[in-house]
């Protein structure tokens, strides 16, 4: 599984973004995506997490701002962001995890988002 992670820009606080994660390979393999962010300095820890079932987490640090959707038909993952805070500021990476045993993780290369004040 191939992972491509796109959509990071940068923007003013309350401002919005998009990212996308594309998938190829042995997509049908993928038992759920989730996305996760790095601040500078700081370790990456997850953003939300959507499941084949759709099924949804997201953390509380961005509840009510963030959504994880999912285009199956595209195999893409798309996380929108809205009322961007300047501490959203990071890398974004996605990952997925396959149905091997015992499971396999992948992960795209990150997509950078600065958010401004």
Same mark, same amino acid.
């Given at each position: ?31 759920? +995506? ?27 640090? +961005? ?27 990071? +890398? ?26």
């Amino acid at each position: 599984v191939q992972l491509q992670a796109s959509g990071g820009g940068s923007v003013r606080v309350g401002g919005y973004l998009r990212l996308t994660c594309t998938a190829s390979g042995n997509t049908e393999t993928i038992n759920g +995506v989730g996305w996760y962010y790095q601040a500078p300095g700081k370790q990456r820890e997850m953003v939300a997490a959507i499941t084949t079932s759709g099924r949804t987490h997201v953390s509380d640090s +961005v509840k009510g701002r963030f959504t994880i959707t999912k285009d199956a038909a595209k195999n893409t993952w798309y996380l929108e962001m809205n009322n961007l805070r300047v501490e959203d500021t990071g +890398v974004y990476y996605c990952r997925a995890v396959v149905t091997t045993q015992p499971p396999v993780e992948y992960w795209g290369q990150g997509t950078l988002v600065t958010v401004s004040s």
